[in-house]
């Protein structure tokens, strides 16, 4: 079976301070991981995705995140946040085995205060 | 273009109507997916459509009918709805002749008001 785990339901930090957001997943199987924000009101945006190759991806907004294959995690990180990164962020998984679903985690809420 | 659009943006009836809502992608993508999300929780996958049939039903109750017509059209009949219904509606479309590794996109939602 597979799990994602968000392990932090809501994050304040200042701006221009660092921030990480933190999933973990579980599956028996291989998978593609993947980051979305949710502004609000409004649909899913990718932020970055790991499918394969260098472990540090870089997605947009100045996003990062790093898989960790014997930690099974996929921590997402930017250096220095600003007001507008206040979100609702989204880690997912999809499998090798099946092209049609993927599972997200419940999400974590970051507030960035001034 | 990586474009999914649903209309309509807002929607609010009442539980004896029947209403539609509709997305459409022009990427050629043959998965399409229709979500439920609540206030602060994650999205909760409803119907997979793939090659335009109907693939995955996670339970849904019979009151939300899905319609594929087309490859690039996929429709949410709703009908007799509760209260507890009212949620964002979010429609995503994917490319699934590349395996998993492909992004789901995702339209802006149709924010459904049941009174």
């Known amino acids: 079976a597979q799990s994602v785990t968000q392990l932090d339901s809501q994050v304040p930090v200042f701006e221009e301070a660092p921030v990480e957001l933190r999933c973990n997943y579980s599956?028996?199987?291989?998978?593609?991981l993947f980051w979305y924000v949710q502004y609000p009101n409004q649909g899913l945006q990718l932020l970055l995705k790991?499918?394969?190759?260098?472990?540090l991806v870089k997605g947009i907004n100045g996003f990062e995140a790093e898989f960790n294959k014997s930690q099974t995690s996929f921590h997402l990180r930017k250096p220095s946040v600003h007001i507008s990164d206040t979100a609702e962020y989204f880690c997912?998984?999809?499998?090798?085995?099946?092209?049609?679903?993927?599972?997200f985690g419940t999400g974590t809420s970051l507030t960035v205060i001034p | 273009d990586t474009e999914v659009t649903q209309t309509p943006k807002h929607l609010v009836m009442g539980m004896t109507n029947k209403k539609s809502l509709k997305c459409e992608q022009h990427?050629?993508?043959?998965?399409m997916y229709w979500y439920k999300q609540k206030a602060k929780k994650p999205p909760e996958l409803m119907f997979v459509?793939?090659?335009?049939?109907?693939?995955i039903n996670e339970s849904v109750p019979s009151r939300f009918s899905p319609e594929c017509p087309n490859s690039s059209l996929l429709n949410l009949h709703l009908h007799a709805l509760q209260p507890e219904d009212s949620a964002l509606y979010l429609c995503?479309?994917?490319?699934?002749?590349?395996?998993?590794?492909?992004?789901?996109?995702f339209g802006p939602g149709t924010r459904l008001t049941v009174l």
């Open positions: 995503a479309s994917r490319n699934i002749d590349r395996g998993g590794t492909d992004t789901q996109y």
């Open positions: 599956s028996s199987v291989s998978v593609y």
């Open positions: 790991y499918l394969s190759g260098s472990t």
């Open positions: 997912a998984v999809s499998l090798w085995t099946t092209g049609n679903q993927f599972y």
């Open positions: 990427m050629g993508h043959r998965a």
């Open positions: 459509y793939s090659y335009e049939k109907l693939s």
